[in-house]
């Protein structure tokens, strides 16, 4: 069974800095089934990145993702206000725990 | 414009049964795998069951094999979950999402997500 490790737990960031989210997979997998979503209280998760690097319809370019293997990362290169909220990885039937970016 | 609408949630007791429905609009839903997906109150999503778009193929977390069934029905564009031998930890909100790509592998991402409705496991 695959876990997904993400770090950090909480990100303290300003508005305007970069944020780098880290997803460690426990063995080596297909970057095909690699997604990243974003999730603010009390909302569904929203599709950012799909196959490990694919803007989902809709997303900003400020988001963009990378990795293959084990490593993944999800940039977001300047945090809006909006940007704020819980991120998550997934591969397959696997979910990462979480990061959340929080206002600093 | 895609739309996922779940219903079906609510309070049940240890043991106890409920069936949630999740009905599709603005897509030809019979081309795309859907899943179902929970949250449990604070805590981290947890994917639960996937069905390919004939229906012919369906997939379980561990958690729930053996008391969840999914289904759907594509005359009437609508997901099922039918959940059996409830318990305490099965108490999330479940929401039901769609694949991003028509025929695609069901677990390589979801585009589109209901709004979720919430499932009570308690005495």
């Known amino acids: 069974e695959i876990v997904l490790t993400q770090s950090p737990g909480t990100l303290s960031l300003s508005p305007g800095e970069r944020a780098t989210l880290s997803c460690r997979a426990s063995q080596s997998v297909s970057s095909s089934y690699l997604a990243w979503y974003q999730q603010k209280p009390g909302q569904a998760p929203r599709l950012l990145i799909y196959?490990?690097?694919s803007r989902a319809t809709g997303i900003p370019d400020r988001f963009s993702g990378s990795g293959s293997g084990t490593d993944f990362t999800l940039t977001i290169s300047r945090l809006e206000p909006e940007d704020f909220a819980v991120y998550y990885c997934q591969q397959g039937g696997t979910f990462g725990g979480g990061t959340k970016v929080e206002i600093k | 414009e895609v739309q996922l609408l779940e219903s079906g949630g609510g309070l049940v007791q240890p043991g106890g049964s409920l069936r949630l429905s999740c009905a599709a609009s603005g897509f030809t839903f019979s081309s795309y795998a859907m899943s179902w997906v929970r949250q449990a109150p604070g805590k981290g999503l947890e994917w639960v069951s996937a069905i390919s778009g004939s229906g012919g193929s369906t997939y379980y977390a561990d958690s729930v094999k053996g008391r969840f069934t999914i289904s759907r029905d594509n005359s009437k564009n609508t997901l099922y979950l039918q959940m059996n031998s409830l318990r305490a930890e099965d108490t999330a909100v479940y929401y039901c999402?769609?694949?991003?790509?028509?025929?695609?592998?069901?677990?390589?991402?979801?585009?589109?997500w209901g709004q979720g409705t919430l499932v009570t496991v308690s005495s």
């Open positions: 999402a769609k694949a991003p790509l028509p025929g695609g592998n069901p677990l390589m991402g979801f585009d589109y």
């Open positions: 196959g490990a690097s």
